[in-house]
């Protein structure tokens, strides 16, 4: 897709550079400022080849530089917080490659706090535009 077909399209691209350069949180935000309508809804793609390979080796292609682990919670957080999102699939999971579940039980911490839970102690705002996410219950054992 050329520059000019992407642009005229009224999509946003973001690349690695400007990842490096203005941190995920502050394009997450904008991201999220421009969407956040009254009928608009999320629904999330969690793919485990974003991550970095250190945290997440069960994929069959790995390449060095994705998501640490604060950003990806971070993002999660971000997400549940704008109170968007109504559905999410996993991809790319490949459990011959995992190493003792390090890969599987990272995602089920992602999936986690897309939901609601949050890493770390403290009391996020949840509520980003109209919309209020409810705390959502979660369930889940880890081998």
Do not use: C
Not at 53 to 65: C, F, H, M
């Amino acid at each position: 897709m050329s520059d000019a077909s992407w642009k005229s399209g009224g999509l946003t691209l973001t690349d690695m550079r400007m990842i490096d350069e203005h941190g995920v949180f502050v394009l997450i935000k904008d991201f999220l400022n421009r969407i956040n309508t009254s009928d608009t809804y999320l629904h999330v793609s969690l793919d485990i080849d974003f991550l970095d390979p250190e945290i997440a080796p069960a994929v069959g292609s790995t390449v060095p530089g994705g998501a640490t682990y604060r950003e990806a919670h971070l993002i999660m957080e971000l997400l549940y917080e704008s109170g968007l999102v109504r559905s999410l699939d996993i991809a790319e999971l490949n459990p011959i490659l995992d190493i003792k579940g390090q890969s599987a039980r990272l995602l089920t911490e992602l999936t986690a706090s897309l939901f609601g839970r949050s890493i770390i102690d403290h009391h996020p705002k949840r509520r980003l535009g109209t919309k209020t996410a409810p705390p959502m219950p979660l369930r889940i054992r880890l081998p």
